[in-house]
């Protein structure tokens, strides 16, 4: 019997210490279920925080993409009279001092152009917005231009300069023209800033490893050595003196390098105070394998390319209306546009181009795509809702990337930046005019004719294909052709003409703003033989213009 009392406190004693040791666990989970509730919470401050902080980076981003775009466009619209008139000046009877006052006022503003175009290349390569498309290039080509720019620049200090290709390196090279050519005019460019006498050489070169190194040496001032370091950085250089005395923003070799970092390469330089100075780029060797897995971006080449030396340009014929705002560019494009045997109607804002073009006959327009009340884009968008199919052409300040690619969106057949190039804007008026006659052809050419095409290569190459600054053009087309030749199988598989003589318009068109001249003409042979119900032509005709499409896509991606 004395045996279970003893029994029982042992229980007793048992429960008490689970309960405890239950209680204890009990008020831990209690704590951890409250210390997880306060972790909770403050993670779910830090995700908002960080939400909060991503949505104002992409604001400020937003903010700053914005900003460059309105500064390009506030200083290009000058810009473009200064430049313009400058060039419109020196082709009048002057005397000598006038020729040199107007020569001065010309290279100011070309200078002060090369700044801007400095500070925007740093922005968009900063913002992420800079691109590169790898492509089979000629070396010789490259550099041949590359001397032909440089040397004037070079005789007017009277010093040498010279390009040492070595011997048996390949002409076919796989790197981004654009930004290659880039890259050397800024080295070269700043050789013969720092040089007063002797010569400035870019010489071309493999080693064992076949990259291809790209050396710019100059009898200069040359770098101090401590200094060496500091010159790729941004706003940069050597000397504060150096600004004074040379000028310049110090972005030109920060900007070097980053591009040749785009196209996987490297820079080094090798100076002495008072010797001079060598810029080594070095590129890797890119197999023609290699390009399809590397990718490809669009670029809008904002450098000013100088007017090529005026040659005979043949008089046009036809009716422009000009939208701009600006009294200065009004009056410059006129005088340009008359000139080559224009008629020239000029409207102030997008609202006063929409009413002229809907009223008067006119053959194209030139549309400034940012001015009062409604601007070019909604200009344009709001013509091509009324089916309006009068060649648009966007002349604008604005040279951020996506600009071309925006004003092609909205419906525009063309985009030339400012300044206005005068040749580039002949070959604009001489590209767009020439379908004019297709529209409302005098005799549409039986199947006989259509078979007949004139020349298949002129037909697959783009007129706009030597111009860097219109590469975004082609490429959008290129992006689209697929869709269209869906719809045009769609159509034929349907038996559906209507559908058929709307995709040919569409076709014709845009065929004709990417510079494929040769297809737009053949495509409005097509449509015209829609349109006129001749429909044993048409089918063949429609065939042949899906298989030239193919064609066309094959023949842009082995370039």
Request: overall charge negative; proline content about 3%.
């Amino acid at each position: 019997m004395g045996v279970e009392p003893k029994i029982l406190n042992i229980q007793n004693t048992s429960l008490a210490k689970s309960r405890i040791t239950a209680l204890n666990l009990m008020e831990e989970a209690e704590n951890a279920k409250i210390e997880t509730e306060k972790i909770n919470k403050q993670l779910k401050e830090s995700t908002e925080r960080a939400s909060q902080l991503a949505r104002e980076s992409l604001l400020a981003t937003r903010a700053k993409s914005e900003f460059l775009a309105n500064m390009s466009h506030e200083i290009r619209t000058p810009m473009n009279a200064i430049i313009g008139f400058s060039d419109l000046l020196s082709e009048s009877k002057l005397d000598e001092d006038q020729k040199e006052f107007v020569e001065t006022v010309r290279r100011a503003g070309e200078n002060l152009l090369a700044i801007i175009n400095d500070i925007l290349d740093f922005s968009k390569i900063e913002a992420g917005k800079m691109d590169s498309e790898i492509i089979k290039c000629d070396l010789d080509e490259i550099l041949d231009n590359i001397e032909t720019f440089m040397e004037s620049t070079a005789k007017k200090k009277n010093l040498e300069f010279k390009i040492i290709k070595q011997d048996g390196l390949a002409n076919n090279i796989y790197t981004d023209p654009v930004r290659l050519r880039q890259c050397l005019i800024n080295l070269i460019s700043n050789a013969i800033k720092f040089t007063t006498k002797g010569h400035v050489h870019l010489s071309v070169s493999t080693d064992n490893s076949e990259d291809i190194r790209f050396c710019v040496e100059d009898t200069g001032i040359g770098i101090p050595q401590d200094k060496q370091h500091l010159i790729f950085d941004s706003f940069s250089q050597a000397d504060g003196s150096t600004t004074r005395q040379f000028g310049g923003t110090g972005l030109g070799l920060a900007i070097t390098k980053k591009l040749t970092i785009l196209l996987g390469g490297s820079i080094e330089v090798e100076s002495k105070t008072g010797e001079g100075s060598t810029f080594t780029i070095i590129l890797p060797a890119i197999t023609e394998k290699q390009i399809s897995s590397k990718n490809k971006g669009s670029i809008v080449n904002t450098e000013n390319t100088p007017n090529k030396p005026q040659a005979d340009q043949p008089t046009l014929k036809g009716n422009v209306l000009v939208a701009e705002d600006n009294a200065s560019n009004q009056m410059l494009i006129k005088i340009l546009l008359e000139k080559l045997g224009m008629t020239v109607t000029i409207v102030e804002d997008g609202e006063q181009a929409v009413e002229a073009a809907l009223s008067h006959p006119f053959d194209i327009i030139l549309m400034d795509m940012q001015m009062p009340k409604m601007n070019g884009y909604e200009a344009t968008e709001a013509l091509r809702t009324q089916k309006f199919d009068v060649p648009i052409i966007a002349l604008t300040a604005n040279a951020m990337k996506g600009d071309a690619e925006k004003c092609i969106t909205a419906g525009c057949n063309g985009y030339m930046p400012k300044p206005v190039n005068k040749d580039l804007l002949h070959d604009m008026l001489v590209e767009h005019l020439s379908g004019k006659g297709a529209k409302s052809p005098q005799k549409t050419p039986d199947k006989a004719d259509q078979e007949t095409i004139a020349n298949e290569d002129d037909i697959l190459t783009s007129r706009l294909s030597d111009d860097p600054m219109l590469a975004p053009v082609i490429d959008i087309f290129i992006e689209e052709l697929p869709g269209i030749i869906k719809e045009i199988e769609n159509a034929i598989s349907e038996s559906d003409n209507e559908k058929l003589r709307s995709i040919s318009h569409q076709l014709k068109g845009a065929s004709a703003s990417a510079g494929f001249t040769a297809l737009s003409e053949y495509v409005a042979k097509t449509e015209a033989l829609l349109i006129e119900k001749r429909l044993d032509s048409a089918k063949t005709a429609v065939d042949q213009m899906a298989n030239l499409c193919h064609k066309v896509i094959k023949r842009q991606n082995t370039k």
